[in-house]
Nanobody
């Protein structure tokens, strides 16, 4: 029903910036809250930031003040502006979407394929 495609990852030096984007397609009425997650080698996937359909945001303590999540509902895009990057931010970053409780939606969440972010020291 929904497809998510991330882009914008790459290699950056510590202290630098990157902007990640996620484009959603498919049955867009089955998207409610969205977020960015990341997973480093040997670690569990963790939430980075979330944003509701109304625009309310929440951040992990480790990125608060450095990262900004936003969404453009008209363009069906989710973004993550990452500033003051640290080597500890190195991970695969995943776009995520939760469905609304509508009977015609799948009731399951959706994930993108991931984009690699590498921060060198």
């Amino acid at each position: 029903q929904v497809q998510l495609v991330e882009s914008g990852g790459g290699l950056v030096q510590a202290g630098g910036s990157l902007r990640l984007s996620c484009v959603a397609s498919g049955y867009l009425s089955c998207i409610s809250d969205m977020g960015w997650y990341r997973q480093a080698p040997g670690k569990e996937r963790e939430v980075v930031a979330t944003i509701t359909s109304a625009g309310y945001t929440n951040y992990a303590d480790s990125v608060k003040g450095r990262f900004t999540i936003s969404r453009d509902n008209a363009k069906n895009t989710l973004s993550l502006q990452m500033n003051s990057l640290k080597p500890e931010d190195t991970a695969v970053y995943y776009c995520h979407a939760d469905p609304p409780p509508y009977y015609y939606c799948s009731g399951r969440s959706y994930w993108g394929q991931g984009t690699q972010v590498t921060v060198s020291s």
